[in-house]
């Protein structure tokens, strides 16, 4: 049994009426609601009203659990809804006891309850985030004032900073302790980790680890900080790391692999990274470390990509959640033989085809404990080629030696297409160069003829400076050779590309 609101329209008037009704059930046609009493319509009631019939109501049936309105004052009104729940998960993650166990293994003497002053600003976080002083007065907002254990606290914002002290002398072994309390709860599968960073700017400049570096929150004027973490694929945290605010995010990855291996245990995973974050030498220490890697690839950073898209077409690519995806594995000794093709041909050397399967077979036998020399490729590559310039022949040698120890290796390369990103990408650098191109007319306009050439290219470079540096290669240009020729002259060697 329940009150509810029917409606009514008579006339072209739409009328409210507050009814009892109850749940039944009718054979054959299943729930229904039937109405049990009309007690008129709701606009006749006022507030004093419905406070009287709920007060009748109660005496009639005796509900002694139900106070009766009159004489009851609100006086204070305490957050609880949230809290109660975010200390659930936090006492299901014996968060606490973890971190009172380890302040007191590092200093016995201390008294101060460092967990539970990290419990009331973890928790503040999770749905009303705020500064400390701002923590120790929200404090007195919510239930946590009346609530055992934490009624005596004291609130001085002092007291949150001394607890945040003892909880970064602790960060790594609680890091640890709380990965292992998730994986026994949760069954953490750690064949596959993610790792990203971000950064974090200051008003202040007496952060000792702060600096200036590339910002992620559009800040470049401001210090900031690298905050780099690792998760597991489902999300969940595994450790996290604080760097100097112009560490670059390459240069984080050795730490983070020798961690995951010597603390963790974690001796099979696949490690995952950003484009940002691939180098040879981060690729050397995830193989030494034996695992796996998945890396984003910038195209002018590694020249297999070449191979890869030269060999592209987009009717053979799968569609996926509205991505069109190709997969292709390379080897590397087959990618050394194709871009060694490349460098004569581009070279405009005139290769001897029987004399080049030479030189194929000697890549194809190349192994991976054994270094290559550089006369056997001067001898193959002057027979398989008349009249080479030993410079042709020292860059295919050091394409070469480049991959030493990699001979045998065989990568896999997947390329994946996102039409939606494609547009708004093409959107956007359609926007820049128009306004790039506006930008040279105005340089090369008839009011600035008279101009000294030498202003003209400074103007040139100022428009191509910093970011907008990428925009530069949809612009072909040639510079006279003579910065003294005439003006009309000098704006002919600039156009735009109509490549992009």
Request: hydrophobic share 35%.
């Amino acid at each position: 049994m329940f009150p509810r609101i029917t409606k009514s329209i008579k006339n072209g008037r739409t009328y409210e009426y507050l009814v009892i009704s109850e749940s039944v059930r009718i054979k054959g046609k299943g729930s229904t609601t039937k109405n049990i009493a009309n007690l008129g319509n709701i606009h006749k009631y006022r507030n004093k009203d419905i406070d009287s019939l709920i007060d009748g109501l109660i005496k009639i049936f005796e509900l002694e659990k139900y106070s009766l309105t009159k004489g009851t004052e609100i006086i204070e009104s305490l957050e609880h809804g949230a809290i109660i729940f975010w200390q659930k998960i936090w006492d299901q993650l014996c968060l606490s006891k973890m971190i009172k166990k380890l302040v007191k293994s590092r200093d016995k003497r201390i008294t101060l309850a460092v967990e539970k002053y990290v419990q009331m600003m973890a928790i503040n976080r999770c749905f009303d985030p705020l500064s400390k002083l701002a923590v120790s007065r929200w404090v007195e907002t919510t239930c946590y004032k009346q609530m055992k254990g934490y009624t005596d606290l004291p609130l001085e914002v002092t007291y949150f900073y001394r607890s945040m002290d003892q909880l970064l002398k602790i960060k790594d072994d609680l890091e640890l302790s709380l990965f292992k309390r998730l994986e026994s709860l949760f069954s953490i599968n750690v064949k596959l980790t993610f790792y990203d960073i971000t950064s974090s700017f200051f008003y202040t400049n007496n952060c000792p680890i702060s600096g200036n570096g590339y910002s992620r929150d559009s800040r470049p004027d401001r210090e900031q900080i690298i905050i780099g973490v690792v998760t597991s694929w489902e999300g969940y945290p595994i450790k996290h790391y604080v760097f100097c605010g112009n560490t670059k995010d390459e240069s984080t990855v050795e730490e983070v692999v020798k961690k995951l291996r010597a603390e963790y245990c974690i001796e099979e995973t696949t490690f995952v990274g950003d484009r940002g974050m691939i180098t040879k030498l981060n690729l050397d220490r995830i193989e030494d470390e034996g695992f796996g890697y998945i890396m984003g690839v910038k195209l002018r950073q590694d020249e297999i990509c070449e191979m890869v898209f030269s060999d592209l077409h987009e009717e053979d690519c799968e569609e996926y959640k509205n991505l069109k995806i190709w997969e292709e594995k390379i080897k590397i000794k087959e990618f050394l033989i194709w871009k060694v093709k490349q460098i004569l041909v581009k070279s405009g050397v005139n290769i001897i085809d029987e004399k080049f399967k030479i030189l194929q077979e000697q890549i194809l036998v190349l192994s991976n404990e054994e270094a290559p020399t550089y006369k056997i490729y001067k001898k193959i590559l002057k027979e398989a080629a008349k009249e080479i310039d030993p410079k042709i022949c020292q860059k295919v040698f050091r394409l070469i030696k480049k991959y030493y120890s990699k001979y045998e290796d065989e990568l896999r390369y997947i390329v994946c297409l996102n039409a939606e990103r494609k547009q708004i990408a093409s959107k956007r650098r359609q926007e820049y160069i128009s306004k790039i191109s506006k930008e040279l007319d105005a340089i090369f306009s008839e009011d600035k003829k008279g101009q000294e050439l030498i202003k003209v290219e400074k103007s040139l470079n100022k428009i191509f400076e910093g970011y907008r540096g990428k925009y530069k290669k949809f612009c072909n240009y040639s510079p006279p050779s003579n910065l003294m020729e005439p003006f009309t002259q000098y704006k002919q060697h600039w156009y735009l590309s109509e490549q992009f």
